[in-house]
């Protein structure tokens, strides 16, 4: 029997690599290729779409893994983008959105952008992604993108409790993704840390104690909790690290039809109120937003080159 067969209009599919996903952490990715697909399978697009030079639909590819799970991140990115798109149909006709046949993650994903497997991705800006791609300059987070929190093990409370100040953390030892723009972040503010490429692998080598804490976007790190309760982590309940950082919609350079198109979309959503509704429906986003008010967090700057970050 074949578990990775997708079913039109059947969610066992989608149960079953769900549950995988939750007893094997590792393939993480992998699974959320193949529940991708499951979906594209089931309501992919018509046949017809983008075929022919008078074709009034286009295909978009876009990394739109796991777009259904609400605690996920391309849930909100994937909305957002319907958004801009869906506003523009009169100037650039219709659409569908579909995940490419391959799953991308991080650099391999700015390569296949770049390559043309891909046409659309959202990532936190740096000079070299502005320089090899062309974003849309509209921040898709708000506020929210200029905040960390930490992952720590539970019970380590007391490791941090003492921690006031950007010289006391570095005596702690962070891990981070060695591809994300963060990990520079952390090397020019003294930030000892382990540099791992992967993502998943993170959370278990903070819970085998391979390093004190991973930090995460203030957005994220409630649902990535929850993604991983047998790893017995907690939130760290005082710190707030704070630098420049703006995530954007990126299109390839040459790409001016969907770059102009993303941004009238955004545009236009930011008018009619959508995006903001959008944003203030994200239930993560919403209690970000409250530790953001609270009066029992300590914000840390940190330094980074502002002409890098800005919009």
């Not at 004190?212 to 707030?240: C, K, M, N, V, W």
Request: charge should be negative.
């Amino acid at each position: 029997m074949n578990v990775f067969k997708c079913v039109k209009n059947n969610s066992d599919s989608k149960t079953m690599l769900g549950r995988l996903r939750l007893a094997w952490p590792w393939m993480s990715g992998f699974v959320a290729w193949l529940l991708t697909l499951c979906g594209a399978a089931a309501a992919g697009c018509d046949s017809t779409c983008g075929q022919g030079d008078s074709a009034e639909c286009v295909v978009i590819t876009a990394p739109i893994y796991h777009a259904a799970e609400p605690t996920d991140d391309a849930y909100y990115f994937t909305r957002l983008l319907k958004l801009a798109l869906d506003a523009t149909t009169d100037e650039y006709g219709d659409y569908c959105l579909e995940p490419p046949a391959v799953y991308f993650a991080d650099d391999r994903l700015k390569a296949s952008l770049q390559q043309g497997q891909v046409d659309v991705i959202w990532l936190v800006t740096d000079q070299t992604s502005e320089r090899q791609m062309r974003a849309i300059h509209v921040p898709l987070l708000g506020e929210l993108n200029h905040y960390r929190m930490l992952l720590i093990r539970r019970g380590d409370d007391s490791k941090f409790a003492a921690v006031q100040t950007l010289e006391d953390l570095q005596g702690l030892t962070g891990g981070m993704n060695a591809q994300w723009v963060d990990a520079s972040i952390m090397a020019d503010n003294g930030l000892p840390y382990v540099a791992v490429t992967g993502y998943g692998k993170l959370f278990r080598m903070l819970a085998a104690g391979r390093f004190d804490y991973f930090s995460r976007g203030i957005h994220q790190i409630t649902s990535e909790l929850y993604f991983y309760p047998e790893l017995d982590l907690a939130i760290e309940p005082h710190i707030l690290l704070k630098y420049p950082s703006y995530t954007y919609f990126f299109v390839r350079r040459g790409d001016q039809p969907l770059a102009e198109r993303l941004a009238l979309g955004l545009r236009r959503a930011q008018q009619t109120g959508q995006f903001a509704a959008l944003y203030q429906s994200i239930p993560r986003f919403q209690w970000a937003e409250q530790q953001l008010n609270s009066e029992h967090r300590k914000v840390i700057e940190l330094e980074r080159d502002w002409a890098e970050a800005a919009p």
